[in-house]
């Protein structure tokens, strides 16, 4: 009896250990997949092998993916512990400097001492700054302007093509410093000093009338802020300033970039004589001048792929250059997935990425600055460059047009910086694939370089966002089709007069006219004179 029954369960034991086997397996493999491989895996690869082969290929990405994650937080730790290391020197540091900077130390086993010293240094800032008493200068250009606001609106006078004249302050730390400002007098309007019995009309912001302020930047911040009084004519003023500490040490640290790798990615569709002009860039300063490049070629079609492939295997030849990939696909251009496919097919280690156009010049050194602006799982660099006007209005008074490099100067006669582009990026491959790379629904030109920088602003990593010398974008014709809608073509007419030439050319466009009959004017009256 007891046999049976024994019999009778061990199959239904030996199936609940399997099940219950199998239960724990699907939650550890569930743990432990990385967040992100979903969309990597569901990567549309075109002519992607089925079967073995693909799990292979996918099973090596996903290695690959780990690696480079682990191989980041290596770097991060070591990072830390560099940073806790000088953290902890930071108090010397710090009393170092007040030593220079007061002529007194600080001394931390005296804490009221200590105070009082950065108090006094904290005034002696007011007193240096243009507050009490004006300051000789010796040209106007040498003025610092205040720029005005209220409680709505920022009035400033350095704009460039991103910010107005008139504005809500759209960065957040500009914001909280205005408020704070306000609150501040506030505060102080309703904390009189005097006789605590007498009552005391209490301000609101809805009494702030207007105020300005100024920088100074090796001093501080002055705010003058202007409150409605008690009668029609009466007015507070309210002057607050904000002094500059000493600048302090934070990192001293050297630097090797001689093995750090960049993977020069270009999207490409036709545009022949463009591409030919841009490989003598890379030839010159990528390959001749830096030596630490790669070039990914990602073409589009068919159409005119055989000029660019002789391009290529010409440059290859004559600079005895191996380092560069051709990518051929049969669809519709797509900036985004071009750049996309690029930075994923590569297979070695983790490299610099700089995703860039067939009009962009370069230099060598912007390489340079390309890798001292990125870090593996801390920074990602988004340079702005400085976009080249019209040559052949610019030069159109000149007997010709001076080469190319002579053209790339940075004046406001010949360009301007382009702030509201965001399309060329340097940032390592490991920081892309993490951050979910490009948004590949978007089709064609534009938008896809907005959704990824807002990606990175969204993540942990510092985003360094500056102008930089040696990235210029070449001028090109803008073409406005004729298919498009009256305002669409309106605003296609006023982009492409932005990038034709500055306001005082394109004025002298417009009232050129005007000026050749004063010039055949002045000729008649030497002629004149003459007889």
Same mark, same amino acid.
């Given at each position: 009896m007891f046999r049976r029954g024994l019999t009778a369960w061990l199959p239904r034991l030996?199936?609940?250990?399997?099940?219950?086997?199998?239960?724990?397996?699907?939650?550890?493999?569930?743990?432990?997949?990385?967040?992100?491989?979903?969309?990597?895996?569901?990567?549309?690869?075109?002519?992607?092998?089925?079967?073995?082969?693909?799990?292979q290929a996918m099973l090596q990405e996903r290695e690959e993916q780990h690696r480079n994650?682990?191989?980041?937080?290596?770097?991060?730790?070591?990072?830390?512990?560099?940073?806790?290391?000088?953290?902890?020197?930071?108090?010397?540091?710090?009393?170092?400097?007040?030593?220079?900077?007061?002529?007194?130390?600080?001394?931390?086993?005296?804490?009221?001492?200590?105070?009082?010293?950065?108090?006094?240094?904290?005034?002696?800032?007011?007193?240096?700054?243009?507050?009490?008493?004006?300051?000789?200068?010796?040209?106007?250009?040498?003025?610092?302007?205040?720029?005005?606001? @209220?409680?709505?609106?920022?009035?400033?006078?350095?704009?460039?093509?991103?910010?107005?004249?008139?504005?809500?302050?759209?960065?957040?730390?500009?914001?909280?410093?205005?408020?704070?400002?306000?609150?501040?007098?506030?505060?102080?309007?309703?904390?009189?000093?005097?006789?605590?019995?007498?009552?005391?009309?209490?301000?609101?912001?809805?009494?702030?009338?207007?105020?300005?302020?100024?920088?100074?930047?090796?001093?501080?911040?002055?705010?003058?802020?202007?409150?409605?009084?008690?009668?029609?004519?009466?007015?507070?003023?309210?002057?607050?300033?904000?002094?500059?500490?000493?600048?302090?040490?934070?990192?001293?640290?050297?630097?090797?970039?001689?093995?750090?790798?960049?993977?020069?990615?270009?999207?490409?569709?036709?545009?022949?004589?463009?591409?030919?002009?841009?490989?003598?860039?890379?030839?010159?300063?990528?390959?001749?001048?830096?030596?630490?490049?790669?070039?990914?070629?990602?073409?589009?079609?068919?159409?005119?792929?055989?000029?660019?492939?002789?391009?290529?295997?010409?440059?290859?030849?004559?600079?005895?250059?191996?380092?560069?990939?051709?990518?051929?696909?049969?669809?519709?251009?797509?900036?985004?997935?071009?750049?996309?496919?690029?930075?994923?097919?590569?297979?070695?280690?983790?490299?610099?990425?700089?995703?860039?156009?067939?009009?962009?010049?370069?230099?060598?050194?912007?390489?340079? @600055?390309?890798?001292?602006?990125?870090?593996?799982?801390?920074?990602?660099?988004?340079?702005?460059?400085?976009?080249?006007?019209?040559?052949?209005?610019?030069?159109?008074?000149?007997?010709?047009?001076?080469?190319?490099?002579?053209?790339?100067?940075?004046?406001?006669?010949?360009?301007?910086?382009?702030?509201?582009?965001?399309?060329?990026?340097?940032?390592?491959?490991?920081?892309?694939?993490?951050?979910?790379?490009?948004?590949?629904?978007?089709?064609?030109?534009?938008?896809?370089?907005?959704?990824?920088?807002?990606?990175?602003?969204?993540?942990?990593?510092?985003?360094?966002?500056?102008?930089?010398?040696?990235?210029?974008?070449?001028?090109?014709?803008?073409?406005?089709?004729?298919?498009?809608?009256?305002?669409?073509?309106?605003?296609?007419?006023?982009?492409?007069?932005?990038?034709?030439?500055?306001?005082?050319?394109?004025?002298?466009?417009?009232?050129?006219?005007?000026?050749?009959?004063?010039?055949?004017?002045?000729?008649?009256?030497?002629?004149?004179?003459?007889?």
């Open positions: 030996a199936g609940l250990l399997v099940a219950v086997f199998c239960a724990v397996s699907l939650v550890y493999m569930l743990a432990c997949t990385p967040k992100g491989d979903d969309e990597q895996l569901a990567f549309p690869w075109a002519n992607s092998p089925t079967g073995k082969e693909g799990y994650y682990i191989n980041s937080l290596k770097k991060q730790i070591a990072q830390l512990k560099d940073e806790l290391q000088e953290r902890s020197e930071q108090l010397k540091n710090v009393q170092d400097h007040y030593t220079d900077s007061l002529g007194v130390g600080l001394d931390r086993s005296n804490p009221e001492k200590t105070q009082t010293d950065l108090l006094a240094f904290l005034h002696s800032q007011i007193d240096k700054a243009e507050v009490h008493a004006g300051v000789k200068l010796s040209t106007e250009y040498a003025a610092v302007p205040f720029e005005s606001f @209220t409680l709505q609106k920022v009035y400033q006078l350095e704009t460039g093509l991103t910010r107005h004249p008139e504005e809500k302050p759209v960065r957040k730390d500009k914001r909280d410093e205005l408020v704070e400002a306000i609150d501040l007098a506030l505060e102080t309007l309703n904390s009189p000093e005097g006789d605590t019995n007498t009552k005391h009309r209490l301000y609101a912001a809805s009494d702030f009338i207007e105020g300005i302020y100024r920088t100074e930047k090796d001093k501080g911040t002055l705010y003058e802020l202007t409150f409605k009084g008690d009668r029609k004519h009466e007015f507070k003023r309210i002057v607050l300033f904000r002094p500059f500490g000493p600048v302090m040490k934070v990192k001293n640290e050297n630097i090797n970039m001689a093995n750090t790798l960049i993977n020069v990615i270009v999207p490409l569709a036709k545009r022949t004589s463009k591409f030919r002009q841009f490989m003598q860039n890379f030839r010159e300063m990528g390959i001749q001048q830096d030596g630490k490049i790669h070039l990914t070629v990602v073409y589009f079609g068919k159409e005119q792929m055989n000029e660019v492939k002789a391009i290529l295997e010409n440059t290859s030849r004559s600079a005895n250059f191996k380092n560069f990939t051709f990518i051929q696909l049969n669809e519709e251009f797509s900036r985004g997935k071009g750049l996309d496919i690029g930075a994923r097919v590569w297979k070695g280690n983790n490299v610099v990425l700089f995703f860039c156009d067939v009009d962009i010049y370069f230099t060598a050194e912007f390489l340079n @600055t390309c890798r001292l602006n990125t870090q593996p799982g801390k920074k990602v660099f988004y340079p702005v460059l400085f976009s080249q006007y019209n040559p052949g209005i610019i030069y159109g008074h000149h007997d010709s047009i001076p080469p190319l490099e002579q053209q790339l100067v940075i004046k406001k006669e010949t360009g301007f910086w382009r702030d509201f582009g965001f399309g060329m990026t340097c940032q390592y491959r490991s920081d892309f694939i993490n951050i979910g790379g490009f948004d590949l629904d978007i089709k064609g030109w534009g938008g896809e370089d907005v959704h990824l920088y807002r990606k990175y602003l969204h993540s942990n990593l510092i985003v360094v966002r500056t102008p930089v010398r040696g990235l210029f974008h070449l001028w090109h014709e803008k073409r406005c089709l004729d298919e498009l809608t009256p305002e669409q073509y309106k605003m296609c007419m006023q982009s492409k007069a932005m990038n034709e030439a500055s306001h005082g050319q394109l004025g002298m466009l417009v009232f050129r006219h005007e000026i050749e009959a004063h010039l055949r004017k002045q000729k008649q009256k030497v002629i004149s004179k003459k007889t």
